[in-house]
């Protein structure tokens, strides 16, 4: 997953703000992905951490702490928290889904072994939990344990339902409010409460972290079916043959005819591709218009994130989050 070249790039402006939080963040992350006793930890981390990912998590946390006036030490503990938890899970994944590339280059179940990625994998939730402990916050605890379970749950749901003909749009909603959202809206969330803020806000902030995951993952979806290999780190066309069933698929199997239905039933469920079954793939799409549907339900998750923004103090950094909402969807425009 990430953010591709547009001319307006929010979350560039947003790591230049953050600029001196983000150097404190990444030199905790080095310090706490060390270990004496085992060097392959921080290899197989740094291949990940250091490949050139947006940190668009952590600075979530870190931009929701200082738009609530949060001027303490410990949102650099939480974005790196936040950070962690999203790396293992990426090394999980990509053992999952026996992924070759991830951001443009080889994973590291490929370099290393799927061994490896899942251990350390555990060592970085491990990580995060110790980290998480440090400010001193039941809630804060609270929070991003329950999205590590959130997220552990979403990846388990989406194994049964991602062949499963019968998944429909709100089953979807639910694997991707675990995989993706539960951890965005973690990261907002904690920012402002760290920063003590009032409920509502509180509440404001949760909203907008889930409405943006979740206009993110289905933009990502798309991306997949239209986007450029070289900005996406990902082949055109990798979900499909992987078999996953997304939301522009599940548009186009809800509206299937007999033929169609049968085409996927062939290609998803039971794994029998054929050389030009992409191409037929994207032509029934077209034909259902599935895209562009799935475009616009990505573009009303951007707008719900930018009305929880508007509950939020008046703040430059406020814009630059509303910016954000639409850019995620307009990188699929």
């Known amino acids: 997953m990430g953010l591709d070249h547009a ?5 560039e402006e947003l790591a230049a703000r953050l600029s001196e939080r983000l150097v404190s963040v990444n030199a905790l992350i080095r310090e706490r992905m060390a270990s004496r006793h085992a ?19 952590p600075m979530l946390t870190l931009a929701t702490a200082e738009l609530c006036g949060y001027d303490g030490p410990y949102d650099v503990h939480l974005a790196a928290t936040v950070e962690f938890i999203h790396t293992a899970t990426l090394l999980h994944d990509d053992v999952v889904d026996e992924s070759s590339q991830r951001r443009g280059r080889p994973t590291a179940n490929l370099l290393w072994d799927n061994k490896s990625s899942v251990l350390v994998g555990d060592y970085l939730f491990a990580r995060a939990f110790q980290l998480m402990v440090e400010p001193g916050s039941l809630k804060v605890l609270d929070i991003l344990s329950n999205a590590a379970a959130t997220i552990a749950e979403g990846e388990v749901l989406q194994l049964s339902a991602a062949r499963d003909l019968a998944t429909g749009e709100e089953t979807y909603l639910q694997v991707v409010r675990g995989k993706t959202a539960a951890l965005f809206s973690a990261a907002t969330q904690v920012g402002g409460v760290l920063a003590g803020v009032d409920e509502y806000i509180e509440h404001a902030l949760y909203d907008y972290g889930d409405a943006l995951g979740i206009a993110f993952q289905i933009a990502d979806d798309l991306l997949d079916y239209q986007g450029d290999a070289t900005a996406t780190g990902k082949n055109v066309g990798d979900d499909f043959r992987e078999r996953k069933l997304t939301l522009p698929l599940i548009k186009a199997i809800a509206d299937a005819s007999d033929e169609e239905r049968a085409f996927w039933r062939r290609t998803i469920e039971k794994g029998d591709q054929r050389e030009d079954d992409l191409e037929q793939a994207l032509a029934i799409l077209d034909r259902h218009d599935a895209l562009a549907r799935t475009r616009d339900d990505a573009t009303g998750w951007a707008e719900r994130a930018k009305a929880s923004m508007a509950h939020l103090p008046d703040h430059p950094v406020r814009r630059i989050l509303t910016d954000l909402a639409d850019y995620v969807v307009a990188r699929v425009a």
Do not use: D, M, N, Y
């Open 7 to 11: 001319a307006t790039k929010p979350h």
């Open 39 to 57: 060097p392959r930890i921080p290899e197989v981390t740094a291949h990940l951490v250091e490949a050139g990912g947006k940190r668009l998590r």
